[in-house]
């Protein structure tokens, strides 16, 4: 399945009064590489496998599978992931007929908040809410699985 999502700083704490959802994860690598990431990732009682592809030179669209694993086999294979990890609060909040995923960071990266939106087609509009920021759709410093090894607080201005 090809991924084809948008990604923001956010430039106020507005969004979590929109908020439906909110989740804790922790995820980390099993491979970092930029052609293939393998991610390990566990939220409250759910576990996923998930496996990215190399983005388009634009950053909008890539390659991504996902497969739901038991919780068990998960904490497992955090065992032989890559040093580091990352930990974050996720908000849902649903703007007209998409939906933002909105990650406020924890640990290593804290002070980092990051909103995407996942489209059908990479020029579809699509509405802007007031605590959207920059774009940074593109930018593999915002990308988590090069956060695990260069996090926010080594480069935040």
Same mark, same amino acid.
């Given at each position: 399945?090809? =991924?084809?999502? *948008?990604?923001? +700083? %956010?430039?106020?704490?507005?969004?979590?009064?929109?908020?439906?959802?909110? &989740?804790?994860?922790?995820?980390?690598?099993?491979?970092?590489?930029?052609?293939?990431?393998?991610?390990?990732?566990?939220?409250?009682?759910?576990?996923?496998?998930?496996?990215? $592809?190399?983005? &388009?030179?634009?950053? +909008?669209?890539?390659?991504?599978?996902?497969?739901?694993?038991? %919780?068990?086999?998960?904490?497992?294979?955090?065992? +032989?992931?890559?040093? $580091? @990890?990352?930990? @974050?609060?996720?908000?849902?909040?649903?703007? #007209?007929?998409?939906?933002?995923?909105?990650?406020?960071?924890?640990?290593?990266?804290?002070?980092?908040? !990051?909103?995407?939106?996942?489209?059908?087609?990479?020029?579809?509009?699509?509405? *802007?809410?007031?605590?959207? $920021?920059? =774009?940074?759709?593109?930018?593999? #410093?915002?990308?988590?699985?090069? !956060?695990?090894? #260069?996090?926010? @607080?080594?480069? @935040?201005?």
């Amino acid at each position: 399945m090809i =991924e084809i999502e *948008r990604k923001f +700083l %956010v430039k106020s704490e507005d969004f979590k009064k929109e908020a439906y959802k909110k &989740t804790f994860f922790v995820q980390a690598y099993l491979n970092t590489d930029p052609e293939r990431t393998i991610r390990i990732r566990i939220t409250d009682d759910h576990a996923f496998m998930t496996i990215k $592809g190399r983005s &388009t030179e634009n950053g +909008l669209s890539r390659f991504e599978w996902e497969k739901e694993i038991p %919780v068990s086999e998960a904490k497992e294979l955090l065992k +032989l992931c890559e040093p $580091g @990890k990352i930990e @974050k609060y996720r908000y849902l909040i649903k703007q #007209n007929d998409h939906l933002y995923e909105v990650d406020e960071f924890l640990g290593d990266n804290q002070d980092l908040i !990051l909103a995407e939106v996942e489209l059908q087609q990479e020029e579809e509009e699509f509405s *802007r809410p007031q605590w959207l $920021g920059e =774009e940074v759709t593109g930018d593999i #410093n915002y990308y988590n699985s090069n !956060l695990i090894n #260069n996090p926010y @607080k080594n480069w @935040k201005q």
